[in-house]
């Protein structure tokens, strides 16, 4: 079936605006991750869903920073009161199962400007 | 603190030459060890990957090289191509953990 899909592909916002990105999993993976990756940088674990649990949110950078995933399906990542440092390409993975024995697929990303 | 160390930052290879990728952790507890391929606007890809048990693991033109006592491993594309013009990240795992820990990657240029 289809891939990972994300979107929108590019957002550009103001600092102080809310945003929302959205992240497709690939069906029937029950894990699903978002990663950040700023420019130059690898990529940064934000938080890891289980179904529609969350048990890890520990790379989440602030508590403008929310997540959540409906059942094994979509994904949001809300971000409050965007600041600048927010910019980045924001990635999301899914994965048949937690562990490292399941390869995780990534979408191609939204790239966040906070102008 | 940054526990997976990349290195060349960026790389440039003639066609047909080799590439070498190198990385460096700190993490006694990463057991899993995979190379993500990312080419302009798309997502990574799994290229390859390699568990401890084994120093060394090809599949193709690609060769990971895994030194445990030194904690470092690297990457080996043989016969380099243009199409292989990408940028490269390393990344490492522990047991039945989830979250990948990435290098900074390194943007690798294949000239023709």
């Known amino acids: 079936g289809a891939g990972v899909s994300q979107s929108p592909s590019n957002k550009v916002t103001e600092k102080g605006k809310d945003v929302e990105l959205r992240c497709d999993p690939i069906?029937?993976?029950?894990?699903l991750y978002w990663y950040r990756q700023r420019l130059g940088q690898g990529l940064e674990f934000l938080i890891y869903?289980?179904?529609?649990?969350?048990?890890?949110k520990s790379g989440l950078p602030s508590d403008r920073f929310s997540a959540e995933r409906t059942g094994e399906s979509v994904s949001t990542l809300t971000i409050q009161r965007t600041q600048q440092e927010d910019s980045a390409v924001y990635l999301c993975?899914?994965?048949?199962?937690?562990?490292?024995?399941?390869?995780?697929?990534f979408g191609p990303g939204t790239r966040l400007t906070v102008t | 603190q940054q526990q997976v160390k990349q290195s060349p930052q960026s790389l440039i290879v003639q066609k047909g030459g080799i590439s070498i990728i190198n990385c460096a952790y700190e993490?006694?507890?990463?057991?899993?060890f995979p190379w993500y391929q990312q080419f302009p606007g798309k997502g990574p890809a799994l290229l390859i990957a390699?568990?401890?048990?084994?120093s060394e693991k090809k599949e193709g033109r690609f060769t990971i090289s895994f030194n445990k006592s030194a904690k470092q491993f690297s990457l080996h594309i043989m016969d380099s191509q243009p199409g292989d013009s990408a940028t490269y990240f390393c990344?490492?795992?522990?047991?039945?953990?989830?979250?990948?820990?990435f290098g900074k990657g390194t943007l690798l240029t294949v000239n023709p």
């Open positions: 993975a899914s994965s048949l199962d937690r562990g490292v024995y399941y390869e995780q697929y």
């Open positions: 069906s029937g993976h029950t894990a």
């Open positions: 869903f289980q179904g529609n649990s969350a048990p890890d």
């Open positions: 993490n006694t507890a990463f057991d899993y």
């Open positions: 390699i568990r401890p048990d084994v």
């Open positions: 990344a490492a795992s522990a047991g039945s953990n989830y979250k990948l820990t």
